[in-house]
């Protein structure tokens, strides 16, 4: 089952946030989402930089800035995605991730500044990687790979315009264009 | 079988990459690596936040800076580690998994700039986790993720002041001292 998969970051502060938002851009598309929706300050830089990524390397991957998280998250809930909040004071994702993989769309929502209450109840899941601080970014790599079994090592991508060929020592990649 | 995991960051500049190389750290320690060795600019204020999350959420878990990124590599090798550099030109994962969770000491080598082309030598694995550009805090987190095969997710973290009881809406903490 090929998933439709949206991350959703609450919070971002222009240049204070660049290298950390960027970062969760860039697993979003390598993992297989189609798309981030940021709420927080409308970066051009960063959305720029991520967009000439996926120029290079392929998409479809979009980044979008909304204003009201709310919202933007009842509306997902709205076209069927299944809200899946990550938060270190969550439900396991041992025990989860069967559940949550059965759905075929889905949207994974991670925080950078404290999130609101609300966000934990307007979720359907609140899930937890480890119940430990650690990093958005980690938690959202995590879940993908989990959620996805794999298979978005498998992706590929459209109107590359390099590709990698794996290699035991040094770099190889060709241009496809 | 328990692991010794070491994560190695080659490259650290104060300031501009504190978020990144904080993120590294407790990604490190919250999936069971014992400690990170950073090669760069001695940090004291990226130290003490990852030191105090320690303090607070139990250990043990070490922040360690070397100036020598070669002779450090080459020390932790003759101690019987077996160095795996993560790069987006590497081997997949997928194919390499298995073989690398056989050994029982692990370094995991992140870049955060570009790496000098010996690491790739000096390794004895470069492994991709994609063939994508992205997060080495990713990269990082799915390699422990899959090389422990989710047994990280149940380390019992020592002296820890605070611990969580996942939960389905909200935040439980409970206070062991």
């Known amino acids: 089952m090929t998933k439709e998969i949206i991350v959703f970051r609450y919070g971002h502060r222009e240049i204070r946030d660049y290298r950390v938002t960027s970062h969760c851009s860039l697993v979003s598309r390598a993992?297989?989402?189609?798309?981030?929706?940021i709420c927080g300050e409308p970066d051009k830089n960063?959305?720029?930089s991520v967009d000439d990524v996926t120029q290079r390397w392929g998409g479809p991957f979009k980044v979008e800035f909304v204003k009201d998280w709310k919202?933007?998250?009842?509306k997902l809930k709205k076209k069927g995605y299944i809200l899946v909040h990550l938060t270190m004071y969550g439900e396991e994702?041992?025990?989860k991730e069967e559940e949550i993989s059965k759905n075929k769309k889905i949207c994974i929502i991670i925080g950078s500044q404290k999130v609101e209450k609300e966000v934990y109840h307007i979720s359907n899941y609140n899930i937890s990687v480890t119940k430990q601080p650690h990093s958005e970014i980690a938690a959202l790599?995590?879940?993908?790979?989990?959620i996805q079994k794999g298979n978005e090592f498998n992706i590929q991508f459209k109107n590359a315009k390099k590709q990698i060929i794996p290699s035991?020592?040094?770099?190889?990649?060709i241009d496809l264009k």
Chains 1, 2 share one sequence.
Do not use: F, H, N
């Not at 993992?31 to 929706?37: N, V």
């Not at 790599?141 to 989990?146: P, Y």
């Open 168 to 173: 035991k020592i040094g770099k190889q990649v």
């Open 141 to 146: 790599a995590i879940t993908l790979d989990r």
């Open 93 to 95: 994702i041992l025990q």
């Open 31 to 37: 993992l297989g989402a189609k798309k981030i929706i």
């Open 71 to 74: 919202e933007e998250l009842l």
């Open 46 to 48: 960063m959305k720029k």
